[in-house]
């Protein structure tokens, strides 16, 4: 997996709950989208983010942050405590012995850039407290799961030149394998991505095939993560597809492709096509490498 899946959530118990101010439990709602991933064959799968949108989840545990129409950010931020542990947890309580558990972490960019920023009005000086908050996370997460996913997207649309610094906070004195993800067109900044030491690298090859012929120009070190089934179009892959791009990815790449996955987060699709996509990609990934 990379990140999210759609879970059909009782909107009418949630809207009950703010006003009675009982919390609900997500259990359910997190239960259901990795017993999706597991029937699907999924070998490493996440919790789904089922709670909110892959940055609200982090603002709404940050403290100085809160969420308005937009979120905000209103006096120096902190670490309060676990964002996502709680619900990594959960899943570890009840995944098969082979299945692997995905941390996932929103990139300190892509949050010092997704909200009203009150009270630093210095988008480097904030981005550089979010990564320290995020590397406080990581290094509790980590005790729970096999591998920490960093989600920074908008790389793709303005790759800040202390982007490594970003990423080399959070990883210092973590000791699992780390990914990082950014979707988009990546093609005008490879070989910046290239200089972030990470362990893999994941990005939308089936959206945006171009990006073959870009990495195909770089040697590199990091391991590749295949997005092979769209996330931001319903269609549906037929295994054949899946097969002739996973064996494009090995035409240029060789061994280097140690996950394949989907291009991204699968929250906006419908529960059952995303099944089918994950279900699709699974059943590929065994013809190819059996």
């Not at 892959?54 to 964002?83: A, D, H, M, Q, T």
């Not at 699709?280 to 013809?287: E, G, Y």
Request: with cysteine; charged share 25%; hydrophobic share 40%.
């Amino acid at each position: 997996m990379i990140g999210s899946y759609p879970a059909e959530i009782n909107t009418e118990e949630i809207i009950k709950s703010y006003y009675t101010q009982k919390l609900i439990s997500w259990d359910k709602y997190i239960k259901s989208a990795v017993n999706d991933m597991l029937r699907a064959g999924i070998q490493m799968v996440s919790d789904g983010q089922t709670r909110d949108s892959f940055v609200n989840i982090f603002y709404r545990r940050i403290s100085g942050c809160r969420i308005r129409e937009r979120p905000e950010v209103f006096e120096k931020i902190r670490y309060r405590g676990p964002i996502t542990i709680d619900d990594q947890k959960y899943v570890k309580s009840f995944l098969p012995k082979n299945t692997k558990l995905l941390g996932l972490i929103t990139g300190p960019y892509t949050l010092s850039k997704s909200c009203v920023d009150l009270f630093y009005h210095n988008e480097k000086e904030l981005a550089f407290d979010f990564a320290d908050v995020l590397r406080q996370e990581a290094e509790n997460l980590q005790k729970d799961v096999d591998m920490i996913s960093i989600d920074d997207p908008v790389f793709s649309v303005s790759m800040p030149d202390y982007a490594k610094d970003l990423i080399q906070i959070i990883i210092k004195n973590l000791k699992c394998p780390i990914r990082l993800h950014v979707c988009g067109d990546v093609s005008g900044i490879v070989s910046d991505i290239l200089e972030i030491p990470v362990d893999v690298l994941s990005h939308e090859f089936k959206a945006l095939p171009k990006l073959f012929d870009v990495f195909k120009e770089y040697s590199f070190r990091q391991n590749i993560c295949l997005g092979s089934v769209r996330s931001d179009n319903p269609a549906l892959e037929t295994v054949g597809e899946i097969v002739n791009h996973i064996k494009k990815g090995i035409n240029v790449f060789n061994d280097k492709i140690s996950q394949v996955s989907p291009d991204c987060g699968l929250r906006f699709l419908p529960r059952d096509t995303a099944y089918k996509k994950l279900r699709n990609l699974v059943k590929a990934w065994s013809v190819v490498y059996g």
